[in-house]
């Protein structure tokens, strides 16, 4: 696997929307109650035109021609983090990650904050891997019902994120 993380582009919008709409639904259809309604693709596509046409920082990891990953930073909040569920346990998240840290502290962001939605467990552990602290909670209203996030807040100097290379999964012993 050969994957690079390098700044996104306003042209692959298209890319990034479709990679969301994939990883949103394969993310949150298990963890919610009641029916997984996804936002329509006009519209996502349109917030990732708006994003790739602003100041925030957006990174997209790559393999070959395809994007596979992507995370956006917006002042000091980090959102959306997300991997194809298909390159999951390479290190890319991580890699995406240090890139985002990296990119907040050369514009003097000394720590990051974002959200996390309570029963994500894979992405909470995933942030506390890396060093994230929770530091509260957050009841979400953007949503027909109610839900819980959880507050995390997270170091750009991290030097500890710098990982030898993107790896092939780790074997554990416990399902997860
Ligand atoms: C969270 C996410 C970005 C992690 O990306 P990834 O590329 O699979 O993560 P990495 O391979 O870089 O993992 C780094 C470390 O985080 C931890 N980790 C990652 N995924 C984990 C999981 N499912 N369970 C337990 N620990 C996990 C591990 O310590 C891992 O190191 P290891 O593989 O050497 O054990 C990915 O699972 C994802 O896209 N999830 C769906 C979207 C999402 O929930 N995003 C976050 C909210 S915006």
């Known amino acids: 696997m050969s994957v690079a993380i390098r700044s996104a582009k306003p042209d692959d919008a298209t890319a990034i929307a479709r990679l969301h709409a994939l990883t949103h639904r ?17 519209r996502r596509l349109a917030e990732w035109q708006a994003a790739l046409a602003g100041s925030g920082l957006t990174l997209v990891a790559v393999e070959g021609d395809r994007i596979v990953g992507f995370g956006h930073a917006e002042g000091d ?37 974002f959200n996390v939605f309570a029963r994500n467990a894979k992405a909470i552990a995933f942030y506390e891997a890396l060093g994230a602290r929770r530091t509260g909670t957050e009841t979400m209203t953007d949503a027909p019902v109610p839900y819980l996030d959880f507050v995390y807040e997270i170091e750009t100097g991290l030097g500890s994120l710098r990982p030898a290379s993107f790896h092939a999964p780790r074997k554990h012993a416990a399902p997860r």
């Not at 993310?27 to 936002?39: N, Q």
């Open 26 to 42: 394969a993310t949150y259809a298990p963890l919610i109650d009641g029916p997984y309604e996804a936002p329509s693709p006009s």
């Open 77 to 113: 909040r980090i959102e959306p983090l997300h991997v194809d569920p298909a390159y999951h346990r390479h290190g890319i998240g991580r890699a995406l990650m240090r890139d985002l840290l990296d990119g907040l502290q050369a514009r003097a962001v000394s720590s990051a904050i």
